[in-house]
């Protein structure tokens, strides 16, 4: 996540039209790569599962099958993203100066997406087998690569060219690229936990579909996600280029603030996987309630910085004093839903890891699109709360959804589900 944070801090130097083109952009790219999120969340939860009852055959096996799905996904972005960039961001409804930005960014980072899927399938194959160390080492080369890198294809440094946003995004899929092959490199020459291999390998059609079975929830809770992030955007373009970029400047934001979160509850969900294989059910619900523990105090934490630094923290992206200002009132409103994900963090992603991916589908339709929409399209027209009203609408959503994942972690049929 912190490639287009990176990106952002750079690009934001380019002015509003240019962060908002790069905002614009990089929700439609996260919609199409959670459809990729979804088969590699299949993929992890079956090598888990396999790790769990020490079937080391069987998972390199399911790793194989990912690989092959992985190719065929990448194929079909690049398409995307060659003929349908421009007409995607002209639905936005943005200005015709952030759809020339936003085009550029999104067209690189699509054709790119080869590099980035194998990257994706590889890290998860190997964090699903219990090795999150390589991966970690893998990305820290790729994001110092990257911030080296990045304001030289921007701005045309030394003998680089002068490329703008698409220098932005240019980078991204160079470094990824070297960190994918890397990846390839540790997997197939078995200096992690799954050492994979070609011999034997043929399309397995039955491991792909239980894979992609697993995976379509998952793929379409977080393009529903993804396309609620971009209908939220579109709401608020009518209140102009500085509402825009200041919306998207809150979203890196809360990459960084959600990654440590994350980054345990994918362990979480790993571990989880791993015990329900070694059929220890009651070790996998403690597991989640651990984490959400320790997520929920990164996120307190978190808040309260908010709440006490917003000004500085957005200064870091923009020091545009109209953008300083909306961004930070942004941040302060949407504090109120961060003091509460901690449990939905870590109770999704557990839930997600064992394979059980259908009902966070459900509940993000619910919170997203039962919520958080219909009341980002009515709080500002009922209220004088004007672009506010959006984000307190995220915040209602935000809270039925840590409600429901809650109540179903609880239930427990999670810990019942076969893959």
Same mark, same amino acid.
């Given at each position: 996540?912190? %490639?287009?944070?990176?990106?952002?801090?750079?690009? /934001?130097?380019?002015?509003?039209?240019?962060?908002?083109?790069?905002?614009?952009?990089?929700?439609?790219? &996260?919609?199409?790569?959670?459809?990729?999120?979804?088969?590699?969340?299949?993929?992890?939860?079956? #090598?888990?599962?396999?790790?769990?009852?020490?079937?080391?055959?069987?998972?390199?096996?399911?790793?194989?099958?990912?690989?092959?799905?992985?190719?065929?996904?990448?194929?079909?972005?690049?398409?995307?993203?060659?003929?349908?960039?421009?007409?995607?961001?002209?639905?936005?409804?943005?200005?015709?100066?952030?759809?020339?930005?936003?085009?550029?960014?999104?067209?690189?980072?699509?054709? /790119?997406?080869?590099?980035?899927?194998?990257?994706?399938?590889?890290? %998860?194959? &190997?964090?699903?087998?219990?090795?999150?160390?390589?991966?970690?080492?893998? @990305?820290?080369?790729?994001? *110092?690569?990257?911030?080296?890198?990045?304001?030289?294809?921007?701005?045309?440094?030394?003998?680089?060219?002068?490329?703008?946003?698409? %220098?932005?995004?240019?980078?991204?899929?160079?470094?990824?690229?070297?960190?994918?092959?890397?990846?390839?490199?540790?997997?197939?020459?078995?200096?992690?936990?799954?050492?994979?291999?070609?011999?034997?390998?043929?399309?397995?059609?039955?491991?792909?579909?239980?894979?992609?079975?697993?995976?379509?929830?998952?793929?379409?809770? /977080?393009?529903?996600? !993804?396309?609620?992030?971009?209908?939220?955007?579109?709401?608020?373009?009518?209140?102009? @280029?500085?509402?825009?970029?200041?919306?998207?400047?809150?979203?890196?934001?809360?990459?960084?603030?959600?990654?440590?979160?994350?980054?345990?509850?994918?362990? !979480?969900?790993?571990?989880?996987?791993?015990?329900?294989?070694?059929?220890?059910?009651?070790?996998?619900?403690?597991?989640?309630?651990?984490?959400?523990?320790?997520?929920?105090?990164?996120?307190?934490?978190?808040?309260?910085?908010?709440?006490?630094?917003?000004?500085?923290?957005?200064?870091?992206?923009?020091?545009?004093?109209?953008?300083?200002?909306?961004?930070?009132?942004?941040?302060? *409103?949407?504090?109120?839903?961060?003091?509460?994900?901690?449990?939905?963090?870590?109770?999704?992603?557990?839930?997600?890891?064992?394979?059980?991916?259908?009902?966070?589908?459900?509940?993000?339709?619910?919170? &997203?699109?039962?919520?958080? #929409?219909?009341?980002?399209?009515?709080?500002?027209?009922?209220?004088?709360? %004007?672009?506010?009203?959006?984000?307190?609408?995220?915040?209602?959503?935000?809270?039925?959804?840590?409600? !429901?994942?809650?109540?179903?972690?609880?239930?427990?049929?999670?810990?019942?589900?076969?893959?």
């Amino acid at each position: 996540m912190a %490639g287009p944070t990176i990106d952002m801090i750079w690009v /934001g130097k380019l002015g509003a039209a240019s962060i908002a083109g790069v905002g614009v952009a990089g929700i439609v790219v &996260m919609l199409v790569m959670s459809a990729k999120m979804g088969l590699v969340t299949g993929a992890r939860a079956m #090598v888990a599962r396999f790790i769990g009852a020490d079937d080391a055959e069987s998972a390199n096996h399911v790793a194989r099958q990912g690989f092959a799905v992985s190719a065929v996904f990448a194929i079909v972005v690049a398409a995307v993203g060659l003929f349908l960039a421009e007409p995607i961001l002209i639905l936005m409804g943005v200005a015709a100066d952030v759809v020339a930005q936003g085009a550029a960014y999104m067209r690189v980072m699509f054709v /790119g997406a080869v590099a980035m899927s194998f990257r994706m399938m590889t890290e %998860g194959i &190997m964090q699903a087998s219990g090795d999150t160390v390589t991966p970690m080492k893998i @990305t820290i080369f790729v994001r *110092i690569l990257h911030v080296a890198l990045c304001p030289f294809l921007i701005f045309g440094w030394w003998i680089f060219p002068r490329l703008g946003v698409s %220098g932005a995004a240019l980078t991204n899929v160079v470094s990824q690229s070297l960190g994918g092959f890397l990846a390839l490199w540790y997997l197939f020459s078995g200096r992690t936990k799954l050492r994979l291999t070609l011999k034997n390998f043929r399309v397995d059609l039955d491991i792909i579909w239980r894979m992609v079975k697993i995976g379509i929830p998952a793929s379409v809770m /977080g393009m529903e996600r !993804s396309f609620g992030n971009l209908v939220l955007m579109r709401f608020i373009t009518p209140f102009g @280029t500085l509402a825009v970029a200041a919306h998207t400047i809150v979203q890196r934001v809360e990459m960084l603030l959600y990654m440590p979160g994350v980054g345990l509850a994918q362990a !979480s969900g790993v571990l989880a996987g791993q015990n329900l294989g070694a059929r220890q059910p009651e070790r996998a619900e403690r597991t989640g309630w651990v984490t959400a523990g320790l997520v929920e105090g990164i996120m307190v934490a978190g808040s309260v910085s908010i709440l006490l630094w917003a000004e500085s923290i957005v200064s870091i992206f923009s020091t545009e004093p109209g953008v300083v200002e909306i961004t930070s009132t942004f941040l302060r *409103i949407a504090t109120a839903a961060y003091i509460l994900q901690g449990f939905s963090i870590a109770f999704m992603m557990t839930i997600s890891g064992v394979g059980d991916t259908l009902p966070p589908m459900l509940m993000t339709l619910l919170y &997203m699109w039962g919520v958080q #929409v219909p009341l980002a399209f009515f709080l500002p027209q009922i209220t004088d709360l %004007g672009v506010y009203g959006v984000r307190w609408a995220i915040v209602a959503g935000v809270v039925v959804g840590v409600l !429901s994942y809650i109540i179903y972690f609880r239930l427990g049929r999670w810990k019942r589900k076969e893959v």
